[in-house]
C-alpha cells in the first residue's frame, strides 16, 4: 500500500517543474474541541422537513452536502491516514475529520476520530450536513475550523427557530428568524476554510480566496457571494462567474407564499463521481455543467510556423467562472490539466502533452493544476495529517490566468495546415489514487472537458 502510494506521488511530483518550498507553518493549532455539547435528540431528521419544503429537500438529497459522511472517498482516505498517523498533532488531526464530515456526530459524541465503525453511528448524524443543522448555525466564534455555535431546539415536538433569509416567514411548525449571516459567503467559510489542526497549514481555503478575489467588492450591493453562484444554479442553468445568474420565483414551503426568488439547494461543485456512486445522476450532470463554465482557453501564440524549425504555442488558461482558485479545495487531490495535440494533415502527431495512458495516469511532462503538501522532512504527502508545508502550488486565480508555452518541431516530411488542439480537462482524483482508496470496487475516475480550443495554421 505505502510504496503504491509513494508511486502516486512521485508521478506527481515528475510532473512539477518548480518546487518552490513554503515557509514552514510554525503558528500553534486550534482547539478542535471548543464548542458547546450538543444531543442527537435535538434535532430534527430531513424527512420531517420534506414534508412542508419537498423541492429544498430534493435538491440537498444527492448533494455533497447530504453525502459528506457516507462519501466512499472520504471514508477510505480517512481510515487510511489514520494508519501513518503516529505523532500527538497528526493523531489530533486525524480526529478532526469527523467534525466538519459529520457535524452532529462529532459533536454529540457519538463518534470521535476515524477509528470507529462509521456503520455504526445514528441515521440521523450519518446524513452529513443537513437542513436542521444548517438552519440553528446561530453563532460565528471565527471563520474556518468549524468556528460556531448551533442554537438547537429540542427535537421534532419542540423544534428550533429556523435561521434563514426571510423576514416575513411564518411557519405554522417552526418559529423562523432572518439570519444575515446565512446570505453571505461567511456563512459557507465556517466549514469551507480549512488548515491543519496542529500547525495550522491552510489545507482548503476557498473562503480566502473568494475573499482576495473581485467578487467580493465590499459593497453588499455588487458583492458576488459563494450562494449566488452556488445556490442559483439548477439544471440547465450553472449561474458560475461567466454566465447569467438568474432568479428563481417560486415556493419555499409547499404551501406558499409565491417569492421572487429562492435559493436552491443543490450545492454543486465539481464531483461528477461521489454524487453518481450514491445514486444521483442529476447532481453529478450538474457538476459537469458548472465544470463547463468555469474556464475559457485562448491561444496568445499560434504560428507563424515554418519547417525544420523548432515552433512555440502559448496558451492562455483564464479563470472566468469561479468565485476561487481553479481548482479549490482539496487541491492535493483534484487534478486539473491541459491536453495539447498539434498533428499536421495527415495525423502525424507533433506534439502531445496531457494524454492519459491506459492506466489512466496523465503523462508525466503535462501542465496540471493542483497543490503538493509536504511532510517535516520536506517529502511530498498526500495524507494531510502528515502535512505541514506547502511544496508547490500551481492554480489559476478567480478572474486571472496563467500562461503555459509549448515547443515542438516541424520535420521536413509534415503536410500543412497544422491541426493545433487544446482542451483543459478536471478530474477529482488521480485514477490510481482513487484505485488505492476503493480497491476492487473502484469506479473509472469520469474526465470532464472544461474548455476546448482549436486552430487550423497553414505553414511554408
Ligand atoms: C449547507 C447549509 C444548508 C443546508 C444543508 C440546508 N440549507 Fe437551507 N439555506 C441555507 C442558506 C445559506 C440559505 C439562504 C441563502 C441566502 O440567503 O443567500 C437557505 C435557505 C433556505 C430556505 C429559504 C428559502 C430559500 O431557499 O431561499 C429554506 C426554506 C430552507 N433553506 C430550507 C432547507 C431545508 C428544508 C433543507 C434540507 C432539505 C436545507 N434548507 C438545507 C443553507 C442550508
Ligand atoms: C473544517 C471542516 C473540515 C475538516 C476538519 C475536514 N474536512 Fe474534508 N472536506 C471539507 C470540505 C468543505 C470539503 C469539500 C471541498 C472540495 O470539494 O474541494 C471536504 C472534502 C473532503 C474530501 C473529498 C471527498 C471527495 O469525494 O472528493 C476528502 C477525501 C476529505 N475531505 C478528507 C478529510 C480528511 C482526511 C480530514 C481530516 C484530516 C478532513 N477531511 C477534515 C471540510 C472539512
Ligand atoms: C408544517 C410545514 C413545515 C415543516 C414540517 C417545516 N417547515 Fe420550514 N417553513 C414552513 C413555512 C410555511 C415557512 C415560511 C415560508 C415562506 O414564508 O415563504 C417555512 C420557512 C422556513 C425557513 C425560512 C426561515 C426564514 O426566516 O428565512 C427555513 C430556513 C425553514 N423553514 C427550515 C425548515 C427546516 C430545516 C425544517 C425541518 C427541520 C422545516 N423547515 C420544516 C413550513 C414548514
Ligand atoms: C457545516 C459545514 C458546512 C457548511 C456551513 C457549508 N459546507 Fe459545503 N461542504 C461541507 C463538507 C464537509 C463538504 C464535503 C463533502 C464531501 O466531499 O465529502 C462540502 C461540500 C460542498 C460542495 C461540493 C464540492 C464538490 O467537490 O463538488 C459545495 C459546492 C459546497 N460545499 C458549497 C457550500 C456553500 C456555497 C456553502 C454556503 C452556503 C457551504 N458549502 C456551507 C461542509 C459545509
Ligand atoms: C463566481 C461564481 C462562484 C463563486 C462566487 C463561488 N464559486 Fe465555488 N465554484 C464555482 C465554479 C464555476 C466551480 C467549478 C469549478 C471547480 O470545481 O473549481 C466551483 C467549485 C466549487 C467547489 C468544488 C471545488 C473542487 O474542485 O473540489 C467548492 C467546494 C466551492 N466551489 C465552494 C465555494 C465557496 C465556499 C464559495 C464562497 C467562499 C464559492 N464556492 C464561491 C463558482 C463559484
Given at each position: 500500500m505505502k510504496k503504491l502510494l509513494f508511486a502516486i506521488l512521485m508521478t506527481v511530483i515528475s510532473v512539477s517543474f518548480v518546487c518552490a518550498e513554503t515557509d514552514k507553518a510554525g503558528k500553534a493549532g486550534h482547539d478542535i474541541f471548543d464548542f458547546k455539547k450538543v444531543n442527537v435528540d435535538q434535532f430534527i431528521e430531513p424527512d420531517i422537513c420534506e414534508g412542508c419544503h419537498s423541492d429544498i429537500y430534493e435538491q440537498w438529497k444527492g448533494s455533497m452536502h447530504s453525502n459528506a459522511y457516507t462519501d466512499p472517498i472520504w471514508r477510505a482516505a480517512t481510515k487510511l491516514f489514520l494508519k501513518d498517523a503516529k505523532k500527538e498533532g497528526e493523531l489530533l488531526e486525524m480526529k478532526a475529520c469527523v467534525k466538519c464530515h459529520t457535524p452532529l456526530g462529532f459533536r454529540s459524541g457519538s463518534i470521535t476520530s476515524p477509528?470507529?465503525?462509521?456503520?455504526?453511528?445514528d441515521a440521523l448524524s450519518a446524513e452529513g450536513i443537513f437542513c436542521n443543522w444548517c438552519h440553528n448555525?446561530?453563532?460565528?466564534?471565527?471563520?474556518?475550523?468549524?468556528g460556531y455555535e448551533v442554537a438547537p431546539g429540542g427535537g421534532e415536538d419542540d423544534p428550533s427557530t429556523m435561521l434563514g433569509p426571510f423576514k416575513d416567514a411564518e411557519s405554522p411548525y417552526h418559529p423562523t428568524k432572518y439570519s444575515e449571516l446565512h446570505t453571505r459567503s461567511e456563512f459557507c467559510a465556517l466549514c469551507h476554510n480549512v488548515s491543519h489542526?496542529?500547525?495550522?497549514?491552510?489545507?482548503?481555503?476557498t473562503y480566502n480566496e473568494w475573499k482576495d478575489?473581485?467578487?467580493?467588492?465590499?459593497?453588499p450591493t455588487t458583492t458576488v457571494n459563494c450562494q449566488d453562484c452556488h445556490m442559483r444554479q439548477r439544471p440547465g442553468i450553472p449561474?458560475?462567474?461567466?454566465t447569467e445568474r438568474p432568479d428563481n420565483p417560486g415556493?419555499?414551503?409547499?404551501?406558499?407564499?409565491?417569492?421572487k426568488h429562492i435559493w436552491t439547494?443543490?450545492?454543486?461543485?465539481?464531483?461528477s463521481v461521489v454524487t453518481k456512486l450514491l445514486g444521483s445522476d442529476l447532481h453529478a450532470k450538474m457538476a459537469v455543467e458548472r465544470l463547463q463554465h468555469a474556464a475559457d482557453l485562448e491561444f496568445i501564440k499560434c504560428g507563424p510556423f515554418k519547417k525544420e524549425t523548432l515552433s512555440h504555442i502559448k496558451i492562455k488558461v483564464i479563470?472566468?467562472?469561479?468565485?476561487?482558485?481553479?481548482?479549490?479545495?482539496?487541491t492535493e487531490v483534484r487534478q486539473m490539466w491541459l491536453d495539447i495535440i498539434i498533428t499536421d494533415a495527415k495525423g502525424n502527431v507533433l506534439l502531445s502533452s496531457g494524454a492519459l495512458d491506459d492506466k489512466g495516469n496523465i503523462d508525466r511532462k503535462a501542465v496540471v493544476f493542483h497543490t503538493i503538501l509536504g511532510n517535516e522532512k520536506g517529502e511530498p504527502v498526500i495524507n494531510v495529517a502528515l502535512a505541514?508545508?506547502?511544496l508547490y502550488d500551481h492554480r489559476v486565480p478567480p478572474k486571472g490566468f496563467q500562461v503555459e508555452g509549448y515547443s515542438f518541431y516541424i520535420p521536413e516530411s509534415a503536410v500543412s495546415p497544422l491541426k493545433v488542439k487544446a482542451i483543459l480537462k478536471y478530474r477529482s482524483a488521480s485514477q490510481a489514487l482513487t484505485n488505492t482508496l476503493l480497491?476492487?470496487?473502484?469506479?473509472?475516475m469520469p474526465v470532464v472537458d472544461m474548455a476546448v480550443v482549436e486552430e487550423t495554421v497553414e505553414f511554408e
Open positions: 477509528a470507529e465503525d462509521y456503520d455504526k453511528l448555525i446561530s453563532e460565528v466564534k471565527h471563520l474556518g475550523n468549524a489542526s496542529a500547525n495550522n497549514l491552510p489545507i482548503e481555503q478575489s473581485p467578487y467580493n467588492t465590499g459593497d449561474s458560475t462567474g461567466k415556493l419555499a414551503c409547499d404551501s406558499g407564499p409565491e417569492r439547494h443543490y450545492f454543486v461543485g465539481g464531483n479563470n472566468s467562472g469561479a468565485g476561487h482558485y481553479l481548482p479549490t479545495g482539496l505541514d508545508r506547502i480497491g476492487k470496487n473502484a469506479p473509472e
